[in-house]
């Protein structure tokens, strides 16, 4: 190749990295203006609905909380009560213990007066077999729930069970750990009995961040921000992707995720596909996807609706380790999802999922690392072979740093706005300076944890989980 | 000065990119100031406003409580009350205090009965109010319309029924939906005559609404459901089906027989699950006698049905199916079994040897 060659090459490449730049920027506004505008829309509804009404209804649908456990002994009780203490009338929970080693359901035994019942169980989904029994409480305080024990098969496996299980038309499937408010269960199922066009298959909520709030007999008492960088990063990210992403997609009807925390299904629909793949580490958004799937194909009309209230808190990882780890998982499920499901990549017969939804994903979601990491690493090259004009770098840098900050602030406004939890004096300052800090804080370990989840799919097949530590909420 | 000069130059005599990128970054810097500042005055005032509502609601909550506790039989309105009238009407025009008296009345509204429920209500139009309300519903925008819709409701004006029933076949669904709870909440079932002209769909979420706000009153003199039960509007049957079941309408039979020919099959669902409540024994013949050419969720129904309504003649029938693919419906055939004839119910063990249909069988055995 002569230099001219090679410096078409270059700047072919140059070119690619800006319209690819430019590009992701430009989605992110789009985004970000259609969550604000569905945002305003949903608001405005749900200042009308009167939620008691609904709660209180014995002819509402009923629902089941599935809440798969492994080894949360430290918590379990208290979790399992804040499960029950839900407003709404018609629902049950069936807490299923996957194989834990520790002493999770002797303490369940013992808390809530469980005894072996008889069950028969509908084995519409494979999954690995029952343990010690299906249990029931002999005190009617505690009627609605189930505990199932069964041999360890993972996450998905449990889930399963809790399907199977299960003799409502909807599901709630739930990390045992979350707290969810009182009054979450009418506002999810409320998409599913609204919408009259279409087959609503799944519903998402908003997932909040507990650590550092007060939370007592399962209640959420009061919101507090963290006092460690790493947790008000996550907060921040979180207020960002939810109400300025999820909030978009689901306007779009191209929502390809469900956070595996807190999402309420269509049950019917999610054993008609199998149920949850246990396969895969990301078998939150592979059900997701795959529900959608079937429903193209099977000419339905459907739709994934998603609730921008927080309904749903959970403990996040406060190290770097834990949240690494964390995120290398996610990078890992979204890689086996996209992959398994590559035949509705740019196919116009899966309309907005084809054309849209799974693009997106593959493009600024999939390879939005490896194309920054490619990026910094050829930045290095260009620098030691002295070719960088350090003051446009240097503007360009500063424009994207300016850029994420702004993004951040505008999701800053989003929750003032809208839900305004953080209400305590001094914390706006403190968003603030995450939002300024959060680029050196959060986005190098999130890149490290992509790159590595990259090379553990590709190198190390045999990684699955990673572990969570729990040190439990803050209680009063 | 000469380093600002420096920047000028520089500026001017970069490539047009990097020029907008530094005016970029300046637009950036000033949009995120003002943003910061503006985040800063907007907490304060969230704060504030918080602070504030509270301290109105206090203060209107005690006027109220005089209001009710001033009154004498003497006067329609004693001057206390009048004063306390005159207080509120002025706080009615600014929006803002308007959302906090209208608020507090309510809650007061909720908390009390009988005539004190009524002097309240009387306050509402004292005070103008209503005159609020009213206007609202001449808004373009669909949320004060509906907002003024079911303020109307909360304070049970009947008065403005006219003004109001127009909007039932309304294109926006929570104008329609606040208009249809308005008539329920008022005027009972006889507000659910709207259902004979509704064009548009009656949600799930709409149906519940309308029969807990049903389920409120004592009284049991339910209309004719029959002309609802045969509606064009495939919703409106839906919703007649649940009143039927709710309100155990046997005296809807016949027609509820004619739905289990009904195009649509949830609506055939629906009407074999009540006529099983409500344990029509010709139901069962019917159904029977087309067993086959029903859908899987119609044959389930059915045989839930027939757990009701199972006599000794349906042994032939059962037997057929106690092999049945469907879990639930092999499940529903042994059940009836067991209680029809417990010896042929043993005899099954040899016939369904497999592992799950034994689980079955023995489940069933033992509860």
């Not at chain 2, 990119?17 to 530094?22: E, L």
């Not at chain 2, 608020?103 to 209503?130: C, D, H, P, V, W």
């Amino acid at each position: 190749m002569n230099t001219s060659t090679v410096e078409i090459i270059i700047l072919i490449i140059h070119f690619l990295f800006f319209i690819y730049a430019c590009t992701a920027i430009a989605s992110y506004i789009i985004l970000a203006m259609i969550s604000s505008k569905e945002t305003i829309e949903y608001m405005k509804k749900n200042s009308f609905v009167n939620y008691k009404e609904i709660l209180s209804s014995t002819i509402s649908p009923s629902i089941t909380i599935i809440a798969p456990a492994y080894n949360e002994s430290l918590n379990i009780i208290e979790n399992v009560r804040s499960l029950l203490s839900s407003h709404y009338v018609n629902y049950d929970v069936v807490i299923v213990n996957d194989g834990s080693k520790d002493d999770s359901l002797e303490k369940m035994i013992v808390a809530y007066d469980l005894v072996k019942v008889d069950f028969l169980i509908n084995q519409q989904i494979p999954t690995k077999p029952i343990r010690a029994g299906v249990f029931k409480s002999t005190n009617p305080a505690f009627e609605k729930l189930t505990v199932v024990d069964k041999v360890n098969g993972g996450k998905a496996d449990a889930l399963n069970m809790g399907l199977n299980i299960s003799k409502s038309d909807y599901v709630a499937c739930i990390d045992v750990d979350c707290l969810l408010l009182e009054n979450s269960l009418q506002k999810m199922i409320k998409p599913f009995l609204e919408v009259t066009d279409k087959t609503v298959i799944a519903t998402g909520g908003v997932i909040r961040i507990a650590n550092s709030c007060i939370i007592k007999d399962g209640k959420l008492l009061d919101v507090n921000f963290p006092k460690k960088l790493i947790e008000k990063a996550q907060i921040l990210e979180y207020i960002r992707a939810f109400l300025l992403g999820r909030m978009a997609w689901s306007r779009l009807n191209g929502l390809l995720v469900i956070s595996g925390a807190f999402g309420l299904f269509n049950k019917k629909v999610a054993i008609e596909v199998g149920g949850y793949d246990t396969n895969t580490v990301g078998e939150d958004m592979e059900l997701i996807v795959r529900m959608r799937r079937y429903m193209e194909e099977t000419k339905q009309k459907y739709k994934v609706a998603y609730i921008p209230d927080p309904l749903c808190w959970t403990e996040a990882p406060d190290n770097y380790k834990i949240f690494i780890s964390q995120r290398n998982r996610w990078t890992r499920g979204t890689i086996e999802t996209l992959r398994m499901h590559r035949k509705v990549a740019f196919n116009p017969k899966y309309k907005s999922l084809g054309l849209l939804s799974y693009p997106y994903w593959l493009l600024y979601e999939r390879l939005a690392p490896v194309i920054e990491v490619i990026g910094i690493i050829y930045f290095i090259i260009l620098a030691a072979l002295n070719e960088v004009r350090w003051d446009y770098a240097l503007a360009f840098i500063i424009l994207a740093y300016l850029f994420a900050v702004l993004f951040s602030i505008v999701a800053i406004f989003s929750e003032e706005l809208t839900y305004h939890q953080y209400k305590k004096k001094g914390t706006g300052f403190k968003l603030i300076m995450i939002s300024l800090l959060e680029p050196f804080v959060l986005h190098p370990f999130i890149l490290y944890a992509a790159i590595r989840g990259n090379i553990d799919y590709y190198f190390n097949k045999k990684k699955k989980w990673g572990e969570m530590t729990r040190k439990g909420m803050a209680t009063s | 000065m000469k380093s600002y000069q420096y920047f000028i130059d520089y500026f001017k005599n970069a490539p047009a990119i990097i020029q907008v990128v530094w005016v970029m970054i300046v637009l950036f810097m000033v949009i995120i100031t003002i943003l910061i500042i503006y985040l800063k005055l907007l907490r304060s005032r969230l704060r504030k406003n918080e602070k504030i509502v509270a301290q109105y609601q206090n203060e209107y909550e005690s006027n109220l409580i005089t209001y009710l506790y001033s009154g004498n039989e003497e006067e329609e309105v004693s001057a206390e009350q009048q004063l306390i009238v005159d207080k509120l009407k002025s706080c009615v025009p600014d929006k803002f205090k308007r959302r906090v008296v209208v608020s507090t009345l309510l809650r007061l509204r909720n908390e009390i009965s009988g005539e004190m429920a009524e002097s309240i209500q009387k306050l509402y139009f004292q005070t103008g109010l209503i005159n609020y309300a009213l206007s609202s519903l001449k808004s373009k925008k669909w949320y004060v319309v509906a907002k003024g819709i079911r303020e109307l409701a909360q304070f049970h004006v009947k008065e403005v029924n006219d003004q109001i029933v127009i909007h039932v076949n309304n294109p926006n669904k929570e104008i329609r939906k606040e208009v249809q709870l308005y008539l329920v909440t008022l005027f009972h079932f006889e507000g659910l005559k709207f259902l004979d002209v509704l064009q548009t769909h009656l949600s799930e979420w709409d149906q519940i609404q309308l029969l807990e706000v049903l389920q409120r009153f004592d009284e049991q003199e339910i209309p004719n459901i029959n002309p609802w039960l045969k509606s064009k509007n495939d919703s409106v049957v839906i919703f007649a089906i649940k009143l039927s079941k709710i309100y155990n309408q046997f005296e809807a039979k016949d027609t509820l027989l004619e739905l289990l020919e009904h195009q649509h099959k949830k609506i055939r669902v629906e009407a074999i699950q009540v006529l099983s409540h409500l344990q029509v024994y010709e139901a069962k013949e019917v159904l029977k006698n087309k067993f086959n050419e029903l859908s899987l969720e119609e044959q389930i129904a059915f045989f839930k049905l027939l757990e009701n309504v199972f006599e000794s003649s349906d042994e032939t029938f059962l037997q057929e199916h106690i092999q049945h693919k469907n879990f639930e419906i092999k499940v529903s055939a042994l059940k009836i079994f067991k209680l029809l004839n417990i010896e042929k119910f043993h005899s099954f063990k040899r016939l369904l040897s497999a592992p799950k249909d034994a689980e079955i069988i023995e489940f069933i055995e033992n509860n």
